[in-house]
């Protein structure tokens, strides 16, 4: 069956440090991945999605994230971490004959930044 | 980009009552639409897929009759939770096939 795990359940970096979120799946096809942020009481903010092509996707505010098919990962990554980046990290993979079809949602990351 | 927008934002209702929420597409029409229910502190979990025109399908576990499912036009499905109780309290919220856009969420309190 598929899954994401993401493995941290709370991460604490300071401000202008480097992170990486660290996201595994179980997939049996070719996964649809996204990472979502979700600050308190807000909705769902799409940071970045790959498909196919290029393993190394470029997001909104800074973030990339990397596909790495060997080790069935999708690690989130920022060079440079912001105050306004505390929030919560949810990694996705889409599980139906669609890409956007059905999210399997990771447990989520929440991230703290120190000043 | 497109645009999902949900209403209400926030519902407080009695245990017993039902309570309706919308989900639109703004600017593109959307045929299926995924209903997801968040618990505090919890991850995301899809409850069932809206599609305009036909029934809705629903995930294991989740009881259609309590959740109901209307997907009357090409931007807008509606989730009605029927007799609502405090253990229905949860975040609710919507994306469109094919987006990959959620929408802002309805955080629902049954007293």
């Known amino acids: 069956a598929q899954s994401v795990t993401q493995p941290d359940i709370h991460i604490t970096v300071s401000e202008g440090a480097s992170l990486e979120l660290r996201c595994n799946y179980s997939?049996?096809?070719?996964?649809?991945l996204f990472w979502y942020v979700q600050s308190p009481g807000q909705g769902l903010q799409l940071l970045l999605k790959y498909f196919s092509g290029d393993t190394l996707v470029q997001g909104i505010k800074g973030f990339e994230a990397e596909f790495k098919r060997s080790q069935s990962s999708f690690n989130l990554r920022k060079p440079s971490v912001h105050w306004s980046d505390a929030a919560e990290y949810f990694c996705?993979?889409?599980?139906?004959?669609?890409?956007?079809?059905?999210?399997?949602f990771g447990t989520g990351t929440r991230l703290q930044v120190f000043p | 980009g497109a645009v999902v927008s949900q209403h209400p934002s926030r519902v407080i209702c009695k245990s017993g009552t039902s309570v309706k929420i919308e989900c639109r597409s703004l600017d593109f029409q959307a045929t299926t639409m995924f209903w997801y229910r968040q618990f505090p502190k919890q991850s995301l979990m899809l409850m069932a897929t809206?599609?305009?025109?036909?029934?809705?399908?629903?995930e294991q576990g989740v009881e259609k009759d309590k959740f109901l499912i209307n997907h009357a036009s090409l931007t807008l499905s509606t989730l009605t939770v029927t007799s609502a109780h405090p253990e229905d309290s949860s975040f609710y919220i919507c994306?469109?096939?094919?987006?990959?856009?959620f929408g802002p969420g309805t955080r629902l309190t049954v007293l």
């Open positions: 809206s599609n305009e025109g036909s029934k809705a399908t629903y």
């Open positions: 997939y049996g096809a070719t996964p649809y």
């Open positions: 996705a993979v889409g599980a139906g004959s669609y890409n956007t079809d059905k999210l399997i």
């Open positions: 994306s469109a096939r094919g987006s990959g856009v």
